[in-house]
């Protein structure tokens, strides 16, 4: 079949934790596995980490038997949570790493863009690692120089291009390397998440160039949390969850299903598999859940009504002084807020073992009207440490009635902004003169 | 609408087992970025150095003026009829270029773990390049050695012609021994350590400090089962015209060097697959 970009059959990966990769053994592996293990088990008991001494041959399988058929000119949308296998299925199409078992076939020359920057090197003027970079994702110097000038461009650093990488602001490096990466020409482009990168405006920029790509009948790859831009790019989108590809089919269909899944509702997640859940030797996530006032669990929220987000935690190790906080997303992938955890009680406190909740509340009338993606994390403090992070755990809509007292008042049209505080308005009149005159004259006359 | 025929050849990406071909067409394919990865070693080597490029020149020579001073003047070890100085140094002009090498291409995959974790290419070019950017260094201390010749009025021999052949040798058993070093190193990080000490060893088993004329046949061609032993007299030959013409020792360390290059390269290839997991 001609039309068809990429195929994919049984495509299966598995992963040694923590122990090593092959699927077959040689003598001289066993010969040294059997010398090296012992000092690489005394190492991580000394390091505390006791459980993965233990675990050394366990296996997952962060693939399993995936199969679907991308059609040439297809912009598709993988989603999942972390650890569903998006990454690892585009590591395999784009040959960094080998499945174990199934195969995939490619038709057309493979752009993929895991990260951007790869292979950037501080030392190296922007210009340096412009040809650099470009020969690293595979493009020939010919290719290279010819858009030199677009790249600069897109990039908005021709003033820095003869300057060391090292001299850039985080931002310049992220625009220079995304431009970069931009002007590959494949037939297939896989990208990887590299659109969270570099402020609003810049986003917006690679969004729509993004978009360009997909109109030029070029297959793409889209792998993303950020479930608008995934709306907004792909016709299909695919669904994976713990490596199994679970739901294949029309974009929002998909996407509603995927933040609907689990107890039906998006405003709560639970890891009732200790094992599985995210967090590591101090600390593990246990839940996440939006409740209202009267302490519901609800997806929708009135705009003018306070919101309670909670974090379920366990600490299984005493003396660490914790911090949980969430981030706040809307729909478009603006980072609307942080809110870091100030409970008086227990700031600066280290906590002891056992179960915690942390609740933040939101007020009423701070969100605007939409849907809020909140992702959970916890920081150990001094030094900073992150213990986890699970981005968009929960999702709930905000609505605005049209009671006239929220924000909106009495308009009932489209109004922007990422938040609809309150305010409070004040109107002031002075008359204009002939309207005074005439009011004088009504005075005089009484 | 389409971009491309129906007729292009679809790439299978499946598991693959045991000893895999060299795929020396896609290595091809990617010249260039083996050319840009060796310039930016060779860029950035040096950056935020004071002395730059002039470390190419010191780290042989003033071995050289050590070994002048102890093995030459004080425990008088004979040298080929050639004044101890250029002797020793003409030795250390390759010796140094196989050390660097060693020692760039046993680090270069683990410090390039974030373009194999990230990006597709042959996994080959990396080491490659490493080995490649060593000969810049290498023709810095070759001038050096030319100046040295001139001032020793050591005039050359018509051997010179095969001065480049040797030249090869010595990249070829770099490579070799670099392959294994980094494909190893990839999975045990130990041979980070091992290398400055294998080196070290290796420098005393070849005939730098003294002449391998000191052995007797047949000692001497199983001398050259240490592929540098042919390399280094290899260039004393070319350039001073001892009497260490090719012959038996050279032989045997040309095949030595090439088992280390086809079996490196195929180890290599072999543990490929797994270096994006595990690095």
Known sequence: ?446 | MSLRSDNVPALRIGPSNGWVSLKLHDLWEYRELLYFLAWRDIKVRYKQTVLGAAWAIIQPFFSMVVFSLFFGQLAKIPSDGVPYPIFSYTALVPWTFFANALNQASNSLVSDANLIRKVYFPRLVVPLAAVLSGIVDFVLAFLVLLGMMLYYGVSPTINLVWLPLFLVLALVTSLGVGLWLSAMNVEYRDFRYTVPFLTQLWLFATPIAYPSSLLPEPWRTLYGLNPMVGVVEGFRWALLGTATAPGPMTSVSVLIALALLVGGAFYFRRMEKTFADII
């Open chain 1, 1 to 446: 079949m001609g039309d068809i970009a990429i195929r994919l059959e049984d495509l299966s990966k598995q992963y040694y934790i923590g122990g090593k990769q092959e699927p077959y053994k040689t003598l001289r592996e066993t010969l040294a596995n059997s010398l090296v293990s012992p000092f690489r088990r005394a190492a991580e008991l000394m390091r505390g980490q006791a459980r993965r001494a233990v675990a050394l041959n366990e296996t997952i399988w962060a693939l399993r038997d995936v199969c679907c058929e991308i059609k040439r000119g297809e912009v598709v949308g993988i989603i999942g949570r972390n650890g569903a296998g998006k990454s690892t299925l585009l590591k395999i199409l784009s040959r960094i790493t080998e499945p174990t078992r199934g195969y995939a076939e490619i038709r057309g020359r493979v752009g993929s863009l895991l990260e951007v920057g790869t292979g950037f090197h501080p030392e190296l003027t922007g210009r340096e690692n412009i040809y650099l970079n470009g020969a690293i994702l595979g493009m020939k110097q010919a290719e290279i120089k010819r858009k030199f000038d677009e790249i600069v461009a897109f990039a908005e650093v021709e003033r820095f291009i003869d300057t060391p990488l090292k001299h850039y602001s985080s931002g310049m490096y992220l625009r220079l390397a995304f431009a970069v990466a931009a002007h590959l020409d494949p037939e297939i482009l896989m990208v990887d998440e590299v659109l969270a990168v570099g402020d609003a405006r810049f986003q917006k920029k690679c969004l729509d160039k993004m978009q360009d790509v997909g109109q030029q009948g070029r297959t793409v790859l889209f792998v993303s949390h950020n479930m608008p831009a995934i709306t907004r790019l792909c016709g299909r989108v695919i669904l994976l969850d713990e490596g199994r590809l679970l739901k294949d089919g029309p974009a929002h269909q998909v996407v509603s299903a995927y933040l609907n899944s689990g107890f039906g509702t998006t405003a709560a997640r639970e890891w009732p598999n200790p094992a599985k859940a995210p967090g590591g030797e101090v600390a593990r996530l246990r839940a996440i859940r939006v409740r209202t006032e009267g302490s519901w669990i609800t997806d929708v929220v009135d705009i003018r009504r306070p919101v309670d987000i909670e974090m379920e935690y366990e600490v299984l190790q005493s003396g660490y002084m914790l911090m949980p906080h969430f981030q706040s997303y809307n729909e478009e992938g603006v980072h609307v807020f942080s809110a870091h955890d100030l409970d008086p009680a227990w700031r600066q406190r280290p906590r002891s073992r056992g179960c915690w909740v942390s609740t933040v509340r939101i007020p009423g009338n701070l969100l605007s009207e939409g849907t809020m993606f909140i992702g959970a994390g916890l920081e150990t403090v001094d030094p900073v440490i992150h213990q986890f992070y699970e981005p968009d755990a929960v999702a709930f809509q905000v609505v605005d009635s049209l009671d006239g007292d929220s924000a909106r008042g009495d308009y009932a049209g489209h109004m922007g902004g990422v938040v609809r505080p309150l305010l409070q308005w004040n109107t002031r009149f002075s008359p204009s003169k002939g309207e005074a005159a005439a009011m004088l004259s009504e005075k005089v006359q009484l």
